[in-house]
C-alpha cells in the first residue's frame, strides 16, 4: 500500500480529509518499460481523484428537498435555499416572520421538513413543498384564533401557501400564539423538558 493511500486512511479514521501527496512519476525499468503500476498496483493516475463538488439537495415528489435531519438555523436555511422557484421566497418569508415574533426560536429539520419549537415546551409550526403549494402546519392548531383552514384531526391544522398568496398579518398572529402554547412533542424529548 502506497505512503499516500495509508495518509488518506489515517486521516480518514481520524475524522480529517487528508491531502494525497504529490505523484511521484515513476522511471522505466527493463520489467516495467512504460513506468506504469506493477501488478496488482493502480498508476498514479488511478491514484488522483477529484472531490466531487458539494451537490445541491435532491428535490424529492413535488418538488420537496432531502435535507438530512439536524438540528439549528444551518440545515434549515439549506432547506429553504434548495426550495424550488418562488416557493424559495416564500420559505424565507415565512422564516424571516418567524424569526421576527419568536425571537427564541429553536430550528431543526426533521423528515425533510424545517421545524420551529421553543425549549421546553415542543415544535410548534413546521412547513413542506409540495407540486403548487407550500403547506404550513401548526401542531396544536386547534388552539389557534381563528382555525387554519386545514385538517380535520384532534390537534393540527395547516394552510396552504400558493404563489403571491402569504397572508403575513395572519400567519404573524397564528404564529405568536402557536409559540406561546404548548408544541408537540417528536418523542425524542429534545425540547420537552421531561416531568
Partial sequence: MSQGIKTVIRGLRAGKAAKLPSPVKEKPTATNPR?????????????????PAAAKPALLAGGNPQIAKADGDAPVQAYIAAMPGWKRDAGRRLDALIVRNVPNVRKAVKWNSPFYGIEGQGWFLGFHVFSHYVKVTFFRGTSLRPVPPGGTGKDARWIDIHEDDLDEAQMATWIKQASSNPGWDTGNGSLRRRT
Fill in 35 to 51: 513506468g506504469a503500476a506493477g501488478k496488482g498496483e493502480r498508476s498514479n493516475a488511478t491514484k488522483r481523484r477529484t472531490r
